[in-house]
């Protein structure tokens, strides 16, 4: 087959191969480009080392910073940091009083962090399947599986699109439910003129180093309920009411722990770092956008590749940049194009395998295929394109390049 789909031009005397680099071809570019990298800058790097300086490393001024800097972003009264997007939800749901026997709504098509916090807590996640051409929660199949059990649906704004919290907000309005937004794709967007952020009753960010901003590790919930906000303060630093730094000012040494907390605390650190990015949100966010758009544009005429839509009334964040083959009609299945366009050096990814088909909860949660069939068959054929901040157009065209090479050679 290699030699039958060979095609060479020489019209200039040369002979280019434009055979694909996985079939002896030379790649599209001679270095890896990832599918997502921080942008770490002096600045950043400056507000590091002033806290290294500092007398508090942790539990300082730094964490009321950027707390007050994250709940300016997302428009809510109160933010609240700790150590990752992972412990963010764990508090949520502490927070939120989420319980053994009791139920949690979770898109299947999610980093499965989202869906174990509800586990952390005793609870059962239960499953909802995804709109085929988004991939974010289908509002009715969340509506289907409400139970007297369930607590809080957990709305995962997948790639960095919100969810459609409308409808999201008078579902859970009508059952008495709490609304949860795993909003680790989406700071910096937009849903009707509202933050993300603001949209639920909670709201939850991760700045691991692949996200829009990173402070290491760390993650935050942001609320305008107050209660919340208190709660997961106190379950951040083992249940105890206070931490060091009060006591420190009001000159007491005594404390109390009112209930079973983590060590969830993020050090000031990690907070300069997060800080210091949180001021460039802007203006990743709109470098990633225009990067979409220039995809979305080149994508339209290449045959067998279909980008993920974007609905109107919102802004997307795209924290990922996912297209869809249309396997059908090509000569190979996803690993085969992966494979492929790897070996162009273009560092593309799969986001996610549904959690409802980790070996994990197919064993313990007797979980499998056939619980979400959008979700299921979107799965076979989505790969993530590089999209990040730090992408030249020169990156941006390269991928394009490789997508349209790779898909020509397997045509069917
Ligand atoms: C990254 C991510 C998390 C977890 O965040 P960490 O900071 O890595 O713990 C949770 N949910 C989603 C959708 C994520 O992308």
């Not at 991939?135 to 960095?160: E, Q, Y």
């Not at 730094?245 to 050090?267: K, P, V």
Request: charged share 20%.
């Amino acid at each position: 087959m290699a030699d039958a789909r060979s095609i060479t031009r020489d019209g200039l005397g040369i002979r280019v191969s434009i055979n694909p680099a996985i079939d002896g071809g030379s790649p599209v570019r001679a270095t890896l480009l990832p599918y997502g990298r921080q942008a770490i800058d002096d600045v950043d790097i400056a507000a590091v080392v002033e806290v290294l300086r500092s007398d508090w490393l942790t539990t300082g001024p730094k964490v009321d910073e950027f707390e007050a800097a994250i709940a300016l972003v997302a428009g809510t009264q109160f933010a609240v940091a700790v150590s990752s997007g992972t412990a963010a939800l764990h508090a949520a749901m502490y927070a939120l009083r989420i319980g053994p026997g009791d139920e949690v709504i979770v898109p299947t098509m999610t980093f499965a962090a989202s869906a174990n916090c509800v586990l952390y807590q005793g609870a059962t996640p239960v499953f909802a399947d995804v709109h085929k051409d988004t991939l974010l929660l289908d509002v009715a199949s969340a509506a289907a599986r409400i139970t007297p059990r369930t607590k809080a649906i957990v709305a995962v704004d997948f790639a960095g699109q919100p969810c459609d919290y409308r409808a999201l907000r008078a579902l859970c309005g009508e059952h008495g439910i709490a609304l949860v937004a795993d909003a680790c794709h989406a700071i910096g967007g937009s849903y009707q003129d509202a933050h993300v952020g603001s949209l639920a009753d909670l709201s939850v960010f991760s700045f691991h180093p692949v996200k829009h901003i990173t402070s290491g590790e760390g993650g935050a919930i942001t609320t305008d309920n107050l209660g919340l906000a208190q709660r997961m303060r106190s379950f951040r630093n083992h249940g105890i009411m206070t931490d060091h730094r009060q006591r420190a000012e009001n000159g007491d040494f005594y404390y109390e722990m009112t209930s079973l907390g983590w060590n969830y605390r993020i050090t000031d650190i990690q907070c300069a770092l997060g800080k210091s990015q949180l001021a460039k949100l802007e203006g990743f966010v709109s470098r990633r956008q225009q990067i979409a758009a220039r995809y979305d544009e080149s994508f339209a005429s290449i045959a067998n590749v279909e980008p993920l839509s974007t609905s109107p009334g919102l802004s997307n964040a795209y924290h990922l940049y996912v297209i869809q083959l249309n396997l059908a009609c090509l000569t190979t299945n996803r690993a085969g194009i992966y494979r492929a366009l790897r070996a162009e050096n273009i560092g593309v990814n799969v986001h996610y395998l549904p959690v409802h088909l980790h070996p994990f909860y197919r064993t313990r949660y007797k979980t499998g295929p056939g619980m979400c069939p959008i979700a299921e068959d979107a799965y076979e054929g989505i790969l993530s394109l590089p999209i990040f901040p730090a992408m030249t157009d020169r990156d941006v065209e390269d991928v394009i390049q490789a997508v349209s090479k790779v898909l020509a050679y397997y045509r069917r």
